[in-house]
């Protein structure tokens, strides 16, 4: 896993090179956000679970895909689904918290489309649900962290498309 000072750091030390000054620019960038990441860690924590909620009654639920035939369909699929709503959720705020998606490619999205494919998951109501979750993590956190947040959800769902 990478984050926003190691990613500078690293880019840095493969050319041998002190920082230049967009390197500086991006920890600038980085640290002046910091509250704002952890302030937004904290409130997604405490509402995570009505987070993902909303983001179900808004994306997929009522729809053929919890009906019978459908992939949420049965308690089983039901709980994986929003296990795995859950997962995106902490993983992308991990992310935001880092400044840096690689957690994402590490953790989340290896091997992940494959998986659906392989299982039937749909991928496109998954993307639905997580954009779902962007808008209601925006209208919780804000517009600054909200748009942070929005980075890596968007990730996720272009790492699942
Ligand atoms: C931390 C990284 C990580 C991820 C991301 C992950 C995802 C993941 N989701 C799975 C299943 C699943 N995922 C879903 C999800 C959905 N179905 C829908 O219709 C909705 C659109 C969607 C929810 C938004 C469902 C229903 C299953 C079970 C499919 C089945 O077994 O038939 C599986 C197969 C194994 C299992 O059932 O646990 C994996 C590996 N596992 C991990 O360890």
Known sequence: MQDAITA??????VQGKYLDS????KLKKYFQTGELR????????ANAATII?????????????????GNMYTTRRYAA?????????????YAMLAGDPSILDERVLNGL????NSLGVPIGATIQAIQAMKEVTA??????????MAVYFDYICSGLS
């Open 22 to 25: 967009s390197a500086i620019e």
């Open 113 to 116: 489309k494959e998986t659906y």
């Open 139 to 148: 209208g919780l956190v804000g517009p600054d962290a909200g748009k942070e």
């Open 38 to 45: 952890v302030r937004a860690a904290a409130t997604i924590a």
């Open 81 to 93: 689904c929003i296990r795995d709503l859950d997962y995106y959720l902490r993983y992308a705020t």
């Open 8 to 13: 500078v750091i690293n880019a840095a030390d």
């Open 53 to 69: 909620k909303e983001a179900v009654a808004k994306s997929l639920l009522y729809s053929d895909i919890t009906r019978p035939g």
